[in-house]
């Protein structure tokens, strides 16, 4: 299966953090455009409640996400039956959710959708190794379940994307 035949479930925290620090709009659009032809191809989506994150705070990313091509996919009776699965396969995997704070609410989300689709998770999440970690990240569940997972940076080398940079006059 080529690179472009797979499917990629976007976590939060990867259009977030790319766009408040790496791949700014105002120093890198094309960064954008290439999410928006992955999403128009249906390369790359969101669970809806990754969008409701997302779009909880009104600005300029929940601006372009609202007008944005990629999908964003409902939960259906396939997507709930992954995440009884999750929870079903270690009890450790309901530490994903900070139930306390309201954190993390849709990474189980991220993961049952992924496991839907045949889809390769992508978030900025790094894999909890402490032995008394009292909470695990999607990479341990991902691990757990056998689901791909890796970071945006993966993403993009695996899908060949690469970037011209030009000064601007």
């Given amino acids: 299966m080529s690179n472009l035949a797979k499917k990629y479930c976007l976590d939060a925290n990867v259009l977030i953090q790319a766009w408040n620090f790496y791949y700014s709009p105002k120093f890198c659009p094309s960064y954008w455009d ?5 999403g ?3 390369t790359i989506f969101i669970p809806n409640m990754v969008y ?3 779009t909880r705070t009104d600005d300029d ?7 944005s091509s990629i999908a964003i996919k409902d939960v259906d009776e396939k997507v709930v039956q992954c995440l009884q699965a999750i929870y079903a396969a270690n009890p450790i995997h309901i530490s994903l959710v900070d139930n306390v704070k ?3 609410l849709a990474d189980p989300w991220v993961i049952a959708h992924a496991m839907c689709e045949n889809a390769i998770v992508v978030t900025k999440e790094e894999k909890v190794t402490a032995l008394n970690a009292s909470r695990i990240k999607i ?7 056998g689901v791909e997972w890796m970071n945006d940076f993966g993403m993009i080398e695996k899908l060949s994307i690469s970037f011209i940079s030009k000064l601007q006059q």
Avoid: Q, T, Y
């Fill in 34 to 38: 290439v999410l928006n032809n992955l």
């Fill in 40 to 42: 128009s191809a249906g």
């Fill in 52 to 54: 409701e994150e997302i």
């Fill in 61 to 67: 990313l929940c601006k372009w996400l609202k007008v």
């Fill in 102 to 104: 309201g954190r993390s």
């Fill in 139 to 145: 990479p341990n569940v991902c691990d757990n379940m």
